[in-house]
């Protein structure tokens, strides 16, 4: 199965996150005996949390049935250092968002995505402050949650329009 996990329809890669739909294609295809994979999953600079997309991944190809919270838990710790339970709620919060906006985010125009509003862009950045805030004096954690800050801004940048001054 060649598989993808990167959005490619897009000329810049919007805040998403996807990970409960890798899991579930993951048992689909132990269940119907897939042997091997490909995915591509390019773009790490600028696509929301591409490296525990990855990482996470990997973990699932060896256990179709882990545990997305065990796993999840484990690599903020790790990943984001003392940001990461800022950096979780991001994350659950962004798939949720997703999850309800229920489009395909690959024919989706970035003006068109319902969850890009106001209180997204607030909720986000206040996630990401408060990470930063905790993190602070870790060069490698805040480095690693400055990467999140980009996707965000990209957005925010090319929707800045609906918003006006004050985001």
Known sequence: VWDY????????NIPYLNVRHIQEDLRFYRV????????????????SFSHFKQWFGYKLMID??????????RFCKAYYGKGAIPMRKY????Q???????????????MAVPYLDREFFTKVNAFLDEAESLAAGD???LEHIGYERIP???????????FGTDI
């Open 152 to 162: 965000v801004d990209i957005a925010l940048l090319h929707l800045r329009s609906n």
């Open 139 to 141: 060069v490698s954690s």
């Open 96 to 110: 949720d968002r997703e999850d309800a906006a229920d489009v395909l985010l690959a024919k989706t125009g970035i």
């Open 32 to 47: 119907h005996n897939v042997k091997n994979i490909f995915v591509e999953c390019e773009f790490p600079e600028d696509t």
């Open 5 to 12: 996990w990167v959005i490619y329809s897009n000329p810049f």
């Open 64 to 73: 179709p049935d882990a545990s997305y919270s065990e796993l999840a838990d």
């Open 91 to 94: 994350m659950d919060y962004l």
